[in-house]
């Protein structure tokens, strides 16, 4: 079983930077399997959104809203993934979530049919 743990998440003055880590365990390693993986946060009153998903290949779609201050890495080891926040803004306050999938044929399904998601990670940005 796939378990996901996001971690790094605290408070931090508008204008700082923030990287959140994901670590997931239970991945099939056999050829042929790749992984899906994505971060997407959840603000106060507000629906859950997908800040970027990276594909099996190591391509990564972000979202138009957050493109150009966030970056979605992976480990070699492939089983951490790392999201990094520059010039936070009090907006960017939410929980964060990863989530993985296992890639299909055609490329990854849509991120809220994902399988494994974590906890989440708490992101508080004050002004």
């Known amino acids: 079983q796939v378990q996901v743990a996001e971690s790094g998440g605290g408070s931090v003055q508008a204008g700082g930077s923030l990287t959140l880590s994901c670590a997931f365990s239970g991945f099939i390693t056999a050829p042929g399997y790749n992984y899906c993986m994505g971060w997407f946060r959840q603000a106060p009153g507000k629906e859950r959104e997908r800040i970027g998903v990276?594909?099996?290949?190591?391509?990564?779609a972000y979202a138009d809203s957050v493109r150009g201050r966030f970056t979605i890495s992976r480990e070699h080891d492939l089983n951490t993934l790392r999201l990094q926040i520059t010039r936070l803004k009090p907006e960017d306050t939410a929980m964060y979530y990863c989530a993985a999938d296992l890639e299909q044929l055609y490329g990854c399904r849509e991120w809220t049919d994902f399988a494994y998601w974590g906890q989440g990670t708490q992101v508080t940005v004050s002004s």
């Open positions: 990276m594909f099996g290949n190591g391509n990564t």
